[in-house]
């Protein structure tokens, strides 16, 4: 049985045009093209550091020709990276954390479920730790991604400034 949702997604209208979209989403993270895995921002809660995304799975994805043929199904270190964007734009954006957060670690992860083409990947997100220091800064993100309300995986990721 896969643990609660980090928040409930029933308060927030998932319709909704983005606080953030795909264009602010690139003046503050620098991955393009292929690597793009932030679509939007739908919500955030600066105080109890929440925030929620979302990535549109489109038919066009990169992986789609060679993972899996004949079944596509977006590959899990694809949603960890989807994931580690949405923190490092929240850091960025919100906390006006200077530089470039990078990926430094995978603390846990389970996947529970496919993510197809055709889909939006909505991405929960709460801060667990941000130790913020002069020369580095270091962060803990609790991860989970939602399909058709149904958790598909969850992680820790850690991020540091680079």
Same mark, same amino acid.
């Given at each position: 049985?896969?643990?609660?949702? %980090?928040?409930? %997604?029933?308060?927030?209208? %998932?319709?909704?045009?983005?606080?953030?979209?795909?264009?602010?989403?690139?003046?503050?993270?620098?991955?393009?093209?292929?690597?793009?895995?932030?679509?939007?921002?739908?919500?955030?809660? $600066?105080?109890?550091?929440?925030?929620?995304?979302?990535?549109?799975?489109?038919?066009?994805?990169?992986?789609?020709?060679?993972?899996?043929?004949?079944?596509?199904?977006?590959?899990?270190?694809?949603?960890?990276?989807?994931?580690?964007?949405?923190?490092?734009?929240?850091? !960025?954006?919100?906390?006006?954390?200077?530089?470039?957060?990078?990926?430094?670690?995978?603390?846990?992860?389970?996947? *529970? #479920?496919? =993510?197809?083409?055709?889909? *939006?990947?909505?991405?929960?997100?709460?801060?667990? !730790?941000?130790?913020?220091? $002069?020369?580095? #800064? *270091? &962060?803990?993100? #609790?991860?989970?991604? &939602?399909?058709?309300? $149904?958790?598909?995986?969850?992680? =820790? %990721?850690?991020?540091?400034? =680079?």
């Amino acid at each position: 049985m896969p643990p609660l949702l %980090l928040f409930d %997604l029933a308060r927030i209208d %998932l319709n909704a045009k983005p606080i953030f979209d795909k264009e602010a989403i690139c003046r503050v993270n620098p991955q393009r093209f292929e690597m793009q895995q932030l679509d939007g921002i739908l919500w955030y809660d $600066k105080e109890k550091a929440l925030v929620l995304g979302y990535k549109e799975v489109t038919e066009d994805e990169f992986w789609i020709r060679g993972h899996i043929p004949g079944r596509p199904l977006m590959p899990g270190v694809m949603m960890i990276e989807a994931g580690a964007q949405l923190t490092s734009f929240f850091f !960025k954006q919100i906390h006006k954390e200077e530089g470039f957060i990078g990926f430094a670690g995978i603390k846990e992860a389970k996947f *529970r #479920s496919v =993510v197809e083409p055709g889909k *939006r990947l909505y991405l929960l997100g709460h801060i667990r !730790k941000y130790v913020r220091r $002069k020369r580095t #800064s *270091r &962060v803990e993100t #609790s991860l989970q991604g &939602v399909v058709d309300g $149904k958790m598909v995986f969850e992680a =820790v %990721l850690v991020g540091m400034r =680079v």
